[in-house]
C-alpha cells in the first residue's frame, strides 16, 4: 500500500489583487501596463500549497478563507505561471475549476517582497522536485551511478615524511640539567648580620668562608672520621648603613646590638 501524500504550506500572503487580462495577440509576452490595475477585480489572500510535486496557487478569501480560484503549477517555470515583461511584481497563472476548464488572469502584489517570495517558494518546490527525481533514479540503478576511485594508478607512488619523535643529546635548545651536590644538600647564603652556623658537610663538599674555599683537616689516626674544621675569624666592624643609624659592634660575635635610630624593636 503507497503512503497517502499529504499537503504542506509553501507560501502565505496576506494580500493580493486579480486583474481581467486582454488575450494576448502575440508572444512578445503579457505587459501589466496594459491592465486596468487601478480596478481589480478582486482581492483576498493567496496561498501556496503543495501535494506530491504539483504545487497548488490558491486565492482565497482574507475573512473566510473560501477559495475562489485554484491554479495546479506541474512545471516552474512554465505556462501555468508566467512573469509580466514589464513589472516584477505581477505574474499572469493558469487557473482551472476541476471541469476541464481554464483561464488566465493577472495577479499582483503591492509589496515587491510579497512577489519575491511567491516567486522563490515555487522555485524551491521544483528543485526538491528535481532532487527527489535523481534520488529515484539512482536507487532504481545504482550502479549506473558515478564512483569514487581511490586506487592507485600504475607507476604511483607516495611518499610519506615521518619526523622522529628522539632528541639528540647536547642538541641546540636542550635544557641541560643543573648539577647537585653529592650529598644531595643545597646551602643557601645566610641573612646578613646572622651568625654563620657551624654546618658538617658531606664527604666531598667545601665549606666557604669569607670568599674563599677551606679544606677540611682530617686526622690520620682517626682513620677520616673525624673533621676539624678551621673557625672563621669573628667580624672586627660591622656597619649595617642599609637599615639606618645602626650602634656597631665590636669584639666577640657574642655582644648584643643595642637598638638606635630607624631599628624597630620587636
Known sequence: MEEA??????????????????????????????????????????????????AYIKLEDRTSGELFAQAPVDQFPGTAVESVTDSSRYFVIRIEDGNGRRAFIGIGFGDRGDAFDFNVALQDHFKWVKQQCEFAKQAQNPDQGPKLDLSFKEGQTI????????????????????????????????????????????????????????????????????????????ATTATADVWGDFTKSTGSTSSQTQPGAGWVQF
Open 159 to 234: 611518499k610519506l615524511n615521518i619526523a622522529s619523535m628522539k632528541k639528540k643529546e647536547g642538541a641546540a635548545g636542550t635544557p641541560r640539567a643543573r648539577p647537585t651536590s653529592t650529598g644531595g644538600l643545597s646551602l643557601l647564603p645566610p641573612p646578613p648580620g646572622a651568625r654563620t652556623a657551624a654546618l658538617a658537610p658531606l664527604p666531598g663538599e667545601h665549606l666557604s668562608v669569607g670568599g674563599s674555599v677551606v679544606q677540611p683537616a682530617v686526622s690520620p689516626s682517626s682513620g677520616g672520621a673525624t673533621v676539624s674544621w678551621p673557625q672563621p675569624k669573628p
Open 5 to 54: 501524500e499529504y499537503e504542506s504550506v509553501l507560501c502565505v500572503k496576506p494580500d493580493v489583487h486579480v486583474y481581467r487580462i486582454p488575450p494576448r495577440a502575440t508572444n512578445r509576452g503579457y505587459r501589466a501596463a496594459e491592465w486596468q490595475l487601478d480596478q481589480p477585480s478582486w482581492s483576498g489572500r493567496l496561498r501556496i500549497t503543495a501535494k506530491g510535486q504539483v
